[in-house]
Nanobody
Framework: QVQLVESGGGLVQAGGSLRLSCAAS????????MGWSRQAPGKQRETVAN???????NYTESVKGRFIISKDNEKNTIYLQMNNLKPEDTAVYSC????????????WGQGTQVTVSS
């Protein structure tokens, strides 16, 4: 049974930082394409950052230079370091896992709320 459990969300002032974690079980993050997505109220879910099994990363334009996705294969956990947070970053952040980057099906965590106050 695959489980993805996010943590680290919270309330932060604009300009602040948070680090999200996603602990995986039932899969090996070193073999999966992992990612972070977010969904703000009334908006569609948006992919924020991805990291492949080999460690290649990509980011949506709005977070480049501010967010860093990483993983610890031994801890079977991925992270999202978020710096210089802006009110528009407010959303529920969820992690995902796919066997390959383009696989149509993904496992999802339950999400963690990030709220950035101005």
């Amino acid at each position: 049974q695959v489980q993805l459990v996010e943590s680290g969300g919270g309330l932060v002032q604009a300009g602040g930082s948070l680090r999200l974690s996603c602990a995986a079980s039932g899969i090996a993050v070193r073999l999966f394409a992992m990612g972070w997505s977010r969904q703000a109220p009334g908006k569609q879910r948006e992919t924020v950052a991805n990291i492949t099994g080999d460690g290649a990363t990509n980011y949506t334009e709005s977070v480049k230079g501010r967010f860093i996705i990483s993983k610890d294969n031994e801890k079977n956990t991925i992270y999202l370091q978020m710096n210089n947070l802006k009110p528009e970053d407010t959303a529920v952040y969820s992690c995902s896992a796919r066997p390959t980057p383009t696989y149509p099906f993904a496992y999802w965590g339950q999400g963690t709320q990030v709220t950035v106050s101005s």
